[in-house]
């Protein structure tokens, strides 16, 4: 089955600052990769999501790119701000099927 | 953005007694709705995925007959935790795929909060 692994598993950033956070991905299959925001004791919230035929997605301050030959993607935050404080989760699944979580990020956004 | 509702938000029962949940997706119809669990500070792990009008396919290590799965409506999924234990003590999440247009998202009900004392 699918294996997704995330990097890294903590993350401290001073405000204004950008934050990388990375996954990678097994199954060649996997053609669909969203991104979630979770805060304490809530839902994980859908942040960007990006399909196979894409090399990059951008949504005001966040951004995906995906490199399928190497299996992986990426979360992009800029001008990060301490309300970005939060655990971030990717996830890979094919298309209608079942999704693999990586195992979250903490975010840390220092004011 | 569609919506998913989960009910109840938390629950505490005693041991040995049987908890349902409900998930429902309130503005759009959801032909498979996935059923997670949540330790503190860890990722979710699916349970199961369940299928409107079929049987649910769990994941494995989940045992099928104590966390029983219905999906009865295009817009309604039930968890029952059966004779529950303190070790089932979780946050419980549902999902649900929204496909209209081949957009394929999973949408996150509030989640369910379950302690078992």
């Known amino acids: 089955g699918e294996n997704v692994e995330q990097h890294p598993s903590t993350l401290s950033v001073q405000e204004g600052d950008s934050a990388v956070i990375k996954c990678t991905y097994s199954d060649s299959a996997s053609n669909y990769f969203p991104w979630y925001k979770q805060e304490l004791g809530k839902r994980p919230q859908l942040i960007i999501d990006i399909r196979s035929n894409v090399g990059e997605k951008k949504d005001q301050r966040i951004a995906v790119t995906l490199n399928k030959t190497a299996k992986h993607f990426s979360l992009h935050i800029t001008e990060t701000q301490p309300e970005d404080s939060a655990v971030y989760f990717c996830?890979?699944?094919?298309?209608?099927?079942?999704?693999?979580f990586g195992d979250g990020t903490t975010l840390t956004v220092k004011p | 953005g569609a919506v998913v509702s989960q009910h109840p938000s938390w629950v505490i029962c005693k041991s040995g007694t049987s908890v349902k949940i409900e998930c429902r997706s309130l503005d759009f119809q959801a032909t498979t709705m996935f059923w997670y669990r949540q330790f503190p500070k860890q990722s979710l792990m699916l349970m199961a995925t369940s299928n409107e009008g079929s049987k649910a396919t769990y994941e494995q290590g989940v045992e099928k007959d104590k966390f029983l799965i219905n999906h009865a409506s295009l817009t309604l999924s039930t968890l029952t935790v059966t004779s529950a234990h303190p070790e089932d003590s979780s946050f419980y999440i549902c999902?649900?795929?929204?496909?209209?247009?081949?957009?394929?998202?999973?949408?996150f009900g509030p989640g369910t909060r379950l302690t078992v004392l």
């Open positions: 996830a890979a699944s094919i298309y209608a099927g079942k999704s693999t």
């Open positions: 999902s649900a795929r929204d496909g209209a247009g081949g957009t394929d998202t999973q949408y």
